[in-house]
Structures are given as structure tokens and as C-alpha cells.
């Protein structure tokens, strides 16, 4: 269900993103390409030491831990 409801979402933006590009005429390779990837794809393939090892290493952990979320 998230997945279906981030898709319509980023669907009614790209349709802004697509308006704004015609009117400011930018390139259509540019301005009118769209991928969107489900993370799901490459985070199943990792454990959640390599995750850490990998994402952990560029983060500063006292500012991790002193959010709520």
C-alpha cells in the first residue's frame, strides 16, 4: 500500500516537474526523464552490519542518537 500511495504521489509532482520544464524550456532529456527505484531491490541483498558499515560511515552517531526518530 505505501508503495502504491508514494507512486501516485510522485505522480501528481511529476506532472509539475514536467509543466515547469516546457515553460522554462529545458531539454526534454533533461527535464522529463523519470526513474524511480523501490530501495526494497538493493536492501534485501544487505545485512544490517554491511548496511551500517556502509550508510554508518558517513554519519556523525551522537546527532543520530540525540533525534527522536
Known sequence: ???ESIQRQLDK???NVKCLGIKYQYSPLVS???DILNN???LSQL???ELMRDLGSGMRLGAMLSRDS
Open 1 to 3: 500500500m505505501n508503495v
Open 13 to 15: 509532482l511529476w506532472t
Open 32 to 34: 522529463r526523464k523519470q
Open 40 to 42: 526494497r531491490r538493493w
Open 47 to 49: 545485512s544490517a552490519v
